[in-house]
């Protein structure tokens, strides 16, 4: 089996792993949870460069990219989160973290985002 195939479904299975484990009582802070569930394809510093790139077939998206990300709209970036990339049109690799994440936690997320990109949505 190739190295690719092996990274891509190894992701798949710890994806689904993740969603069958109690949520704990207290919650993390975005920052936290994005650095457990986001930082090994997105990296650290959200810029895209995340261990695991090198085996991906479509790189992740750089989080710091003010110009991309206002034009994602919160409701998007917590789609986005909540059910995968598959629900706006873009990886199979980006899993959805609804069973993991809590909505306050998702809504969380979404605002750390915006601190990264230094941006908001620009509708226009």
């Known amino acids: 089996m190739n190295r690719r195939l092996v990274t891509m479904l190894s992701l798949v299975w710890i994806a689904g792993s993740i969603s069958f484990l109690p949520r704990p009582a207290w ?3 975005a920052k936290d949870n994005y650095r457990t569930y986001c930082a090994q394809c997105h990296g650290l510093m959200g810029n895209g460069q995340g261990v695991n790139i090198r ?17 994602r709209s919160d409701a998007d970036l917590a789609k986005t989160d909540r059910e995968g990339g598959l629900a706006i049109d873009k990886s199979v690799l980006m899993p959805p973290w ?4 809590s909505p306050a936690e998702i809504r969380d997320m979404v605002q750390y985002l915006r601190t990264l990109c230094h941006c908001r949505y620009n509708a226009q």
């Open 27 to 29: 919650s993390a802070s």
């Open 55 to 71: 085996d991906m077939s479509v790189q992740p998206r750089n989080h710091t990219d003010g110009e991309y990300m206002s034009q």
């Open 98 to 101: 609804g069973d993991t994440l």
